[in-house]
């Protein structure tokens, strides 16, 4: 009986070490992109997409908030006046030493979503937060929209 409960505890061990070991190799930011590119394509708003992505529990394990931005100077650029946009939205975390900051704008129709993102991405600066530097910045563009985050490659947990 002993050698067959040490078996059943050996065999349950080795299952939760290679449950554990799952590797992901999608970055928390390029969870979110695809996340935004769903969300885009139903016609959510600015702000509304920027709620569901940092409340998406599954990709940031961290308390997080949006709200709704107008054009100006914003967290991650530094001096650089973000123009351009008829509606946005930031999303990132409450403690500030977190490596992160989402935006979700909408442009006028017509306007050059790409002649945007290479201004945001020209212009931002990862390492805002005196503290901690982003790792990588990724963008979308969805028809109007555009998705812009700069974040850590993977969170420790």
Do not use: H
Not at 92 to 115: H, R, T
Not at 132 to 155: I, R, W
């Amino acid at each position: 009986m002993k050698k067959i409960i040490s078996l059943v505890l050996c065999a349950v061990v080795v299952l939760s070490l290679a449950a554990c070991g799952k590797k992901n190799d999608v970055s928390p930011a390029n969870a979110l992109k695809a996340e935004f590119v769903e969300l885009a394509k139903e016609g959510a708003t600015a702000p509304v997409i920027a709620e569901k992505l940092v409340g998406n529990t599954d990709i940031i394990p961290f308390a997080g908030g949006s709200m709704e931005i107008e054009p100006g100077l914003l967290t991650g650029f530094d001096n650089y006046e973000v123009k351009g946009f008829k509606s946005g939205a930031v999303f990132m975390p409450m403690i500030g030493s977190i490596a992160f900051v989402g935006y979700v704008f909408e442009l006028e129709d017509g306007a050059d979503a790409n002649a945007f993102v290479t201004e945001l991405t020209t212009n931002c600066n990862p390492r805002w937060n005196i503290c901690v530097e982003a790792e990588e910045t990724v963008t979308a563009v969805e028809g109007n929209k555009v998705f812009f985050c700069m974040s850590p490659l993977k969170f420790e947990q």
